[in-house]
């Protein structure tokens, strides 16, 4: 990088640690503030802070290795995600922001009563805080780290770096990022998270245009990457229709990993009602209409807009590249390659920009777990809310030391993010059902949890016991999980009828699961599930037609590209119909419900 690379690099740390101590006046009146900003986001900087937390440097690397190894169809690991996120904008949204609380973890005490709901809260918040959060701080770490060694950052000022100055380098931009993150809190995050999102996604689509030039149009790249490959790279959906609905053997994932993706990965995993983050910032919202409209906007920023410039990335990597040892690598090295000087300083500040958004949201995340539901629930529950505040300052530099200490194990990007899934495999369907089912108890919660964890580690790490299919993996861990928390749930007493109906009278779910709880307390549901069913399926159709309507275009697939649009706008005016059926109105302050449905 030339000098003025390093200028336009400098010049944006420094904007960001401004804006950061310019908003930490926002964040020290109390908890709510520091971690939930007072609850008065806007739909549209929610929406936008959730994807830049799903938007790391490790994310154009990793989706890098998996086109430059499994194809295109090897995203399905992240695409299926996408299924529980159009859950979360209809099922999920509205119920986390009438919940009022601060983390997921709190919500136990809510939904639970009793020790074991106290254990619980205390268990998941640990688990979250520091294993799972911290192995996320370090991958994102890793990733920056190979970032710094594929552009030769510090050999272009002069200096040849060991493998420990490189790790050393990384180390200090966290430190800045926990500057503002310890300091501002989630209006710090998630303001900086707004024009970091941005510039993340210019900076792809720069290098995604200078890739697609640099080989000679789009044509010649899909040519070269298919003749680059031994498998078929292009295949979206690796399923043939010739001659009957049959599995593609030129595909690069097997058919037990495609089918464990769209089938049970989504539901299994420990973000199938939303997941930390995005609560987080679902219960930071101004009011449940903007919570839904932020989950909307984060979904079609994450899929329709930001998937295709990585993809295209990638396979430009594999068409220019055939012989790179680690895939991985492909997206820097056509940075350093085809862009040139400060376009270069822009592109590689907002891999930086990427980086930083999503540490300093797992560094605010995980602290607001050791604050609010360890050190305010069990340590010091009389603790002021300066002296909370300061905790969770303190907390946030704890976070990111155990981060910086997890990027000195990690070593490959796309086997930490498997990781991640495997070992939060599991206890997803409890999470769905104890919105919907009154059955569900804290002891079925803390067993899915703890075992989903233990057989996902165990199956991943040990090599005695280790699954090296991904499908069989989650599908043993999803497996040996439930049989666990339905025994569990079965052997043990329900919650009590006084902590149902608080939880029933506070969030008002719909469904059969809570027949008893409307007819004790008289008090009537604010959700319609069986419509906010049909919605989510119009939304699917929504949102991976739009999808892949835009791949389709893009990578000369007219064919896929015109049978996806159909699809989305069936699924519009679909969606469009069900919005027009009355929605349950919400009570306001001073009116019981008897009077509201009179």
Request: aromatic fraction near 12%; include cysteine; charged fraction near 15%.
């Amino acid at each position: 990088m030339l000098p003025i690379d390093w200028l336009i690099v400098l010049a944006y740390l420094i904007f960001t640690m401004v804006l950061g101590v310019y908003l930490s006046r926002k964040a020290s009146g109390s908890l709510v503030d520091f971690f939930v900003s007072g609850r008065s986001l806007p739909w549209w900087l929610a929406g936008t802070s959730m994807a830049a937390t799903t938007f790391s440097i490790d994310t154009p690397l990793y989706v890098a290795g998996v086109v430059g190894s499994r194809g295109i169809a090897g995203n399905w690991e992240w695409w299926s995600f996408g299924i529980a996120h159009v859950v979360m904008i209809y099922v999920f949204a509205r119920m986390w922001r009438r919940s009022e609380v601060v983390t997921d973890a709190e919500l136990t005490e809510i939904r639970y009563g009793g020790k074991m709901a106290a254990v619980l809260r205390g268990v998941k918040a640990f688990l979250f805080a520091v294993p799972i959060n911290c192995i996320g701080i370090g991958y994102a770490m890793l990733a920056m780290v190979k970032v710094v060694d594929a552009l030769e950052l510090w050999q272009s000022v002069g200096i040849e770096p060991n493998d420990s100055m490189k790790l050393w380098s990384v180390i200090v931009v966290s430190i800045l990022v926990l500057f503002y993150a310890g300091f501002s809190g989630l209006w710090g995050v998630v303001a900086t998270d707004f024009f970091q999102f941005f510039l993340a996604l210019i900076g792809a689509i720069i290098v995604a245009i200078a890739s697609v030039s640099s080989v000679g149009g789009m044509q010649n790249l899909i040519n070269q990457a298919q003749t680059n490959t031994d498998f078929d790279v292009l295949s979206i959906v690796p399923i043939t229709f010739s001659g009957g609905i049959g599995w593609s053997t030129a595909a690069g994932i097997p058919a037990s990993a495609f089918m464990a993706y769209v089938f049970l990965q989504w539901w299994s995993f420990r973000r199938s009602d939303g997941g930390g983050e995005f609560i987080q910032r679902l219960v930071a919202a101004k009011d449940e209409n903007e919570a839904e409209k932020a989950a909307w906007f984060f979904n079609i920023l994450h899929y329709v807009i930001r998937t295709w410039p990585w993809i295209i990335v990638a396979l430009a990597a594999v068409a220019i590249y055939p012989d790179l040892a680690d895939r991985e690598l492909g997206y820097p090295k056509l940075m350093l390659d085809f862009l040139p000087p400060v376009v270069l300083g822009l592109v590689v500040a907002s891999l930086i920009a990427a980086f930083m958004s999503t540490v300093s949201t797992l560094i605010n995340w995980g602290a607001s777990y050791l604050t609010n539901d360890l050190y305010g629930r069990f340590i010091k529950p009389d603790a002021t809310q300066t002296e909370l505040v300061n905790v969770g300052r303190i907390t946030s530099v704890l976070v990111t030391i155990l981060g910086a200490t997890a990027a000195f194990f990690a070593s490959d990007v796309a086997t930490v993010f498997r990781l991640v899934i495997a070992i939060g495999t599991g206890p997803g369907l409890v999470l769905i059902l104890r919105w919907f089912w009154w059955r569900i108890n804290a002891a079925a919660e803390l067993s899915s949890m703890v075992t989903g964890f233990v057989i996902g580690l165990l199956t991943s790490v040990v090599k005695v016991i280790q699954i090296q299919d991904f499908g069989m993996r989650l599908l043993v861990t999803a497996g040996i999980t439930t049989v666990v928390w339905v025994t569990v749930m079965l052997l043990t007493p329900p919650e009590s009828d006084e902590t149902l109906d608080d939880f029933y009278r506070r969030v008002r779910p719909g469904g059969p699961g809570w027949r008893r709880q409307r007819q004790r307390t008289g008090v009537r549901p604010l959700q319609n599930l069986g419509l906010e069913s049909q919605r989510v399926l119009a939304a699917l159709l929504l949102l991976f037609g739009a999808m892949f309507a835009v791949g389709g275009f893009l990578l000369l697939q007219s064919l896929l590209g015109w049978c996806s649009l159909i699809i989305a706008v069936a699924g519009w005016w679909w969606l469009r119909k069900l919005n027009q059926r009355p929605i349950a109105p919400v009570p306001r302050p001073g009116l019981d419900d008897d009077d509201m449905w009179s």
